[in-house]
């Protein structure tokens, strides 16, 4: 860069924009999670796979695993449950997205701004993001447990039915009654312990990683911030942020999904120390790691997705093409639609009426 050459203006991964065009990212969120879900219960699947844990109970479904490698599993699931089952569970993931999004985003700019606050020079340092980020993170995922439990739950029933174990759950509206009703509202945060660790270190390795990437290649290449910039930036985030939060996903995912007494207390782990011990003791370190290959490219194909459906939507609602957007939105609507979906759609078109003073301000 030759000297006295303006400096680019690189923005922080999942901030850049929101101000500016709040509901677009709301939307776009969704949609990015929609097309994603495949390798999000693939990953979930590889998780549960020769838990050593269930030897305890006599379970013999850690011997009679059928599913070996990240595209055997999907394959497995096509062949002996149906395509669309790879879907199943994507409903609460939704909703998982939409209050792990917003608390979020709320918790981050509210740190941003009254909390840490910008330097004299108007500059907002790295470590303030990281740190702002991590807290927004863990804000975010303690609020969406309840969804992101019912989630981890609907992804395993499949797996149970052909191991001719009887369903728990009828659907999501059953799905969140029983559980409450078996382990009350604490039932509910079954898992948040890890599930908020993993968050934080999924945002420090995502936020940091992408920056810092983003900045060397706009700084030190010929690159510009552009498309390209953005999905090699994704591409070494997602693969820090999956190393830092795999083995957290793998211990949620666990507790999240053992079986429980009739109060509600799990038969398999006390704690997630506990369940971390156990597992490195008879499945070996790497069990921390399974499923990390699916959860890394659902991370970088999300982002991919993500910034696709952003600039659509920020295009059509610049334009006030709202209709038109609206459709684009409906593809991330959960299926079987219901009471929780319009109650989102309600929620969504709320906020686009709330910041439509930004779009003309443009």
Same mark, same amino acid.
């Given at each position: 860069?030759?000297?006295? $050459?303006?400096?680019?203006?690189?923005?922080?991964?999942?901030?850049?924009?929101?101000?500016?065009?709040?509901?677009?990212?709301?939307?776009?969120?969704?949609?990015?999670?929609?097309?994603?879900?495949?390798?999000?219960?693939?990953?979930?699947?590889?998780?549960?796979?020769?838990?050593?844990?269930?030897?305890?109970?006599?379970?013999?479904?850690?011997?009679?695993?059928?599913?070996?490698?990240?595209?055997?599993?999907?394959?497995?699931?096509?062949? $002996?449950?149906?395509?669309?089952?790879?879907?199943?569970?994507?409903?609460?993931? @939704?909703?998982?997205?939409?209050?792990?999004?917003?608390?979020?985003?709320?918790?981050?700019?509210?740190?941003?701004?009254?909390?840490?606050?910008?330097?004299?020079?108007?500059?907002?340092?790295? !470590?303030?993001?990281?740190?702002?980020? %991590?807290?927004?993170?863990?804000?975010?995922?303690?609020?969406?447990?309840?969804?992101?439990?019912?989630?981890?739950? %609907?992804?395993?029933?499949?797996?149970?039915?052909?191991?001719?174990?009887?369903?728990?759950?009828?659907?999501?509206?059953?799905?969140?009654?029983?559980?409450?009703?078996?382990?009350? #509202?604490?039932?509910? !945060?079954?898992?948040?312990?890890?599930? @908020?660790?993993?968050?934080?270190?999924?945002?420090?390795?995502?936020?940091?990683?992408?920056?810092?990437?983003?900045?060397?290649?706009?700084?030190?290449?010929?690159?510009?911030?552009? @498309?390209?910039?953005?999905?090699?930036?994704?591409?070494?985030?997602?693969?820090?942020?999956?190393?830092?939060?795999?083995?957290?996903?793998?211990?949620?995912?666990? #507790?999240?999904?053992?079986?429980?007494?009739?109060?509600?207390?799990?038969?398999?782990?006390?704690?997630?120390?506990?369940?971390? @011990?156990?597992?490195?003791?008879?499945?070996?370190?790497?069990?921390?790691?399974?499923?990390?290959?699916?959860? !890394?490219?659902?991370?970088?194909?999300?982002?991919?997705?993500?910034?696709?459906?952003?600039?659509?939507?920020?295009?059509?609602?610049?334009?006030?093409?709202?209709?038109?957007?609206?459709?684009?939105?409906?593809?991330?609507?959960?299926?079987?639609?219901?009471?929780?979906?319009?109650?989102?759609?309600?929620?969504?078109?709320?906020?686009?009426?709330?910041?439509?003073?930004?779009?003309?301000? !443009?």
């Amino acid at each position: 860069m030759a000297p006295g $050459e303006q400096v680019p203006s690189v923005g922080l991964r999942g901030y850049r924009g929101r101000a500016r065009y709040p509901a677009a990212p709301a939307w776009a969120s969704p949609a990015s999670r929609r097309a994603t879900f495949p390798l999000d219960l693939t990953k979930t699947r590889l998780q549960m796979q020769g838990e050593a844990a269930l030897a305890r109970l006599g379970d013999s479904a850690r011997e009679s695993a059928p599913y070996r490698g990240m595209v055997r599993t999907a394959l497995g699931i096509v062949q $002996e449950e149906g395509f669309l089952k790879l879907w199943q569970g994507v409903t609460p993931a @939704i909703y998982r997205h939409v209050v792990y999004s917003g608390g979020r985003m709320v918790t981050y700019e509210h740190l941003r701004e009254v909390v840490f606050g910008k330097s004299e020079d108007k500059h907002y340092p790295l !470590w303030k993001s990281v740190i702002g980020g %991590m807290m927004a993170g863990v804000v975010g995922q303690f609020l969406a447990n309840p969804t992101d439990l019912v989630k981890v739950q %609907m992804q395993m029933e499949g797996k149970r039915k052909l191991e001719g174990k009887p369903l728990r759950f009828r659907g999501v509206h059953h799905a969140f009654a029983k559980i409450l009703s078996e382990g009350g #509202i604490r039932g509910l !945060w079954a898992g948040w312990v890890p599930n @908020i660790q993993r968050a934080a270190l999924v945002n420090m390795g995502d936020l940091t990683t992408y920056d810092t990437v983003k900045h060397y290649l706009v700084l030190n290449t010929p690159l510009e911030d552009n @498309i390209t910039t953005h999905g090699l930036s994704s591409l070494c985030s997602g693969l820090v942020a999956s190393i830092l939060g795999t083995p957290a996903d793998v211990i949620k995912s666990r #507790i999240m999904n053992q079986p429980r007494d009739k109060q509600g207390r799990g038969l398999l782990y006390k704690s997630s120390t506990d369940c971390l @011990i156990q597992a490195v003791q008879g499945e070996g370190f790497m069990s921390l790691y399974k499923g990390f290959l699916p959860s !890394w490219l659902r991370m970088v194909t999300s982002g991919f997705s993500f910034v696709f459906v952003f600039f659509v939507l920020k295009l059509l609602l610049i334009c006030k093409y709202f209709p038109l957007s609206l459709l684009v939105f409906s593809m991330a609507l959960p299926p079987n639609h219901n009471s929780f979906s319009f109650l989102y759609l309600f929620f969504l078109f709320s906020f686009y009426l709330s910041s439509e003073s930004c779009y003309l301000s !443009w």
